[in-house]
């Protein structure tokens, strides 16, 4: 059996042969950033994943994964690829709202292109899909599928199961998310959960009977700055309260109040700690009542050691295409977290290269568009290929 080629070799032969192809990834892109998909609006998304599937096919067989609510996940296996093999990460739901392209649609301007969800990470699907196809046509291996979901940005609610359900077959996670700004991919990502804390107080007029009140506002206050503390006492977690509501009216004492709180961690043990000791929080009036209730969206990505060798493979393929490999961690939360948590070596941040992730300065560099394609091509035929 003839020896496979060597990665430095995939990845220049890749790059060549997209550079052929590159009107039609344009093309490609300029139709998947039309086609709007925002989270919450499943038959937007519906209408993409029609055209997603179909676009798919020539590569291999698509299997559509209905969620619980109708949404609609892709997986993709191209023909010739092994049971256990790596496996792609991509996402095709933004948060860009119906009719936001009426006013700010996809365009190029020299060598960056803009548009909603072209960065995250609608750019990276179309590397994912040409690099997939570009093996084919060179007649080289393919050692990953590709998996599209359609509900990343509200925290995978109906495709956690089904990601997680790929991770026995899997022998890499590479995550086509967004690098961090300076091109850096990511090895290690904190760990999301979200707390909701109410007060119960006792209503009273605030003018004739204030002291037969129990303000469950100010007992509020004293419990924000309790959740400070408890964070602070954790290195590297934070507690952010984004929402506050309580009261009823200016004039009556007010009996109820709840936040709601971001809670991150970079480990798995520190995000049960930090639920363990909120959960602990009780009132500093012992005639209110306080209700703690913590759940764990995301576990932490943890920096594996095993990420080391799908590093240096990256490197290497890398060196071929003028690109310089490092790493990096960021706070926020990403499909990988998910793989990684239940073991699966990951590799995250394999996205186009560009700036401005939910913003209307979202934008790709275009010169890197090929590249990254080829990499994550490169990457395909390397990893699992001496998997059984």
Known sequence: ??????????????????????????????TLVALESPSEDVAALNRTADWLEAWLAPVGRVTVLPGADGRRHLLLEPSGVRERSALLMCHYDTVWPLGTTAAWGFAIDGDVATGP?????????????????????????????????????????????????????????????????????????????????AVRGRAAHAGVSPEAGINAIEELARLVLAVREVAGALPGVSATVGQIRGGTAVNVVPEHAEIEIDLR??????????????????PYDPAAGVDVAVTIE?????????????????????????????????????????????????????????FGPHTREERIDLAHLLPQAALVGALAADLGADSA
Request: with cysteine; proline share 5%.
């Open 117 to 197: 969800g072209v960065f995250d990470m609608k750019a990276s699907i179309v590397t994912a899909r040409h690099a997939l196809l570009a093996l084919q046509e060179l007649g080289l291996p393919c050692n990953a599928r590709l998996l599209v979901t359609a509900d990343e940005e509200i925290g995978n609610r109906t495709s956690r199961a089904l990601i997680e359900a790929q991770a026995p077959r899997t022998v890499a996670a590479l995550v086509l998310e967004p690098p961090l700004d300076d091109g850096r991919l990511k090895t290690e990502r904190k760990g999301r959960g979200q707390a909701r804390i």
């Open 1 to 30: 059996m003839p020896e496979p080629p060597a990665i430095t070799d995939l990845a220049a032969r890749l790059h060549e042969h997209l550079a052929a192809r590159r009107a039609e990834l344009l093309d490609d892109l300029a």
């Open 298 to 354: 995301r576990p932490p990505m943890e920096r594996m050691d095993a990420v080391d060798a799908l590093l240096a493979r990256c490197r290497e393929a890398a060196g071929a295409l003028g690109l310089t490999i490092a790493e990096g961690r960021t706070g926020g939360c990403s499909e990988g977290n998910f793989m990684a948590a239940v073991g699966v070596p990951t590799l995250d941040g394999l996205g186009v290269r560009g």
């Open 265 to 282: 961690a970079w480990t798995a043990a520190d995000l049960t700690e930090l639920k363990a000791r909120l959960e602990a929080l009780g």
